[in-house]
């Protein structure tokens, strides 16, 4: 009896346990929990609107803001130091800044020196949560919209919520939940139209993404190349070809060139007209070893952060993923040590950051020898062949610069994109030497020349004055 007494002791103990770690393991809020529904507007943009509902989510955000340090240029000698010669001409030879936190989008795109009184709504696409309603309220309007004179005063008036200080000035609409997922019902959403566009040009219907593939997309709203479209201004992926460098490349040759987009600058330098690339962290990751084995984005840069000794989250504090080599990589490479790992990043951004700057190097000089061909009065077809071969190492160097993981989301296509650069590059130099040897033109003075100027813009402390550097009486600019 007594026996039987103890025995029921254990099975209600041990029920209680379970009931316990039932309701314990309710408590961990992980992503594969139904979506949950809020009671906020399904119009819903301000960050903090979202606090209440999730506050392990937001606290997570809010890591975002980070040290609060301004941004770093990418001009100094360490970083890329010849990327005022490289974008000679254009706005972005003024000012080019690593990232920061999504917190701080919006602030760092109202006081970057790029921004003229000439900038279009369309900059404002990939920082705020405003672009949504904005969107519902001014169609295709929004796109060409003046950026200061239309855009900001809305952005002031939809940005001004008081009380909250701790996402800083602009932080309540900076990328954030809205750009991401439904208000309402939490799921992950596509806002953007310009990849719901670029994907269904690719024959793939973005409302049948499973899952994991939403969580790559959200990322590709914004992390991307795109160009405006030369009449509503309106932002769009060139991928109708695939989203290989080389596949992007055709498409802004054909298609982009037959529909009136041929370029986004002429070249200060050599004149060539040129195709600004920006941060494609999709693209190449599509077609690296991860995107095809199916890793997402979300996989390494938000992998489950433990809050307090219950929950468990997605992250929401997008950084390097090298910060949470555990969550975010030994997952799957459990067979490897953190520090095999470390390394082996390491080795291959060293690699990757060497043949960058080679390329980049490349590129400058082949800039400067078609400025000589056209000071020397080489034939203008030989000129307009060699800012062809220009423009095509310029897009292959700076596709490959301007991804942000410094070759790790795509190491092999990495090099395989700078390898045409250096050729692109290459071939210019080489029809500039064969055209200014028949015009007996001094070709050390040249190459001397070419030394001076890429140690007057390296010396130039002041980033914002380095690219006044690029031309001079030799090198006269092309403008
Ligand atoms: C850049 C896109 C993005 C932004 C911005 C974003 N999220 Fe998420 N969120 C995700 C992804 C991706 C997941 C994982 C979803 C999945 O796997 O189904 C997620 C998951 C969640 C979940 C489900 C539980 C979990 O942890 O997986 C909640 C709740 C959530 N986010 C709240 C928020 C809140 C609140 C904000 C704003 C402070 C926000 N998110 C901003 C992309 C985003
Ligand atoms: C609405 C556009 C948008 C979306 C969506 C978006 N990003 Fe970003 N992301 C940006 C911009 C813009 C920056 C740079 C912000 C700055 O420097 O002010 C950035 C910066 C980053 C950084 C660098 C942060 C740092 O501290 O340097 C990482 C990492 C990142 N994003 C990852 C992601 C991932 C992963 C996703 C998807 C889950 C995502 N982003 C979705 C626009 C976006
Ligand atoms: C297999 C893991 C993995 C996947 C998948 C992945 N990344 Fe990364 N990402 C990294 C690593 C590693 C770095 C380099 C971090 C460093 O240099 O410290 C990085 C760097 C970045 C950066 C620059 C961060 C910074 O601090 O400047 C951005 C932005 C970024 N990734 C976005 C994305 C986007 C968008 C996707 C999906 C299209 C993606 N990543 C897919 C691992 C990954
Ligand atoms: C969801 C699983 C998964 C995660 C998470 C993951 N990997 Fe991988 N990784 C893979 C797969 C699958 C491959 C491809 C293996 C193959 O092709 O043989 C791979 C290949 C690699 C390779 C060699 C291929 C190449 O790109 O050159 C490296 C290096 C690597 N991973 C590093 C990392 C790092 C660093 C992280 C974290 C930032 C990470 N991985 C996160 C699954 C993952």
New binding site residues.
Partial sequence: MKKFKNASKILIIGFMLVLLAACLGREELTVNDPAPLTDLSPDEYLNSAFKDAFPIHYESYLRNMGNGLPPVSKFIPEYEPYLPILFAGFPFEQEYN??RGHTYAVEDVLNIARISDRSIGSCMTCKSTIVTPLLKELGDDYWAANFRGELLPLLEEMAAVGGLEELGEYGHVSIGCSDCHNPVTMELRITRPSLTNALARQGVDVTEATRNEMR?YV??QC?VEYYFEPDLKKVRFPWDYGTKPEEMFEYFQTTALEEGFEYDYLHAVSGAPIIKAQ?P??EL??YGS??RAG???S???MPFERRDDRRKISSHY?????ETIEQ??RTCHSDKTERYIIER?GEI?ERHLDAVHEAQDLTVEAHYFVNRMITAGVPQNQINLAQAFVRESQWYTDIIAAE???G??NPQGSMDTLRMASDAANNAIKLATEELSKLNVDLDELRSEIIKVKEAVLNEEDPFLKHTHATNSFFPSQK
Avoid: I, K, R
């Fill in positions: 690593t990232t790559t990322c590709a992390h941060h962290e999709y990751w599509s991860h995107g890793v997402s984005c996989d390494c840069h997008w950084v390097s993923p090298m975010s990589c990043v951004q942000n993981s410094d790790f989301h």
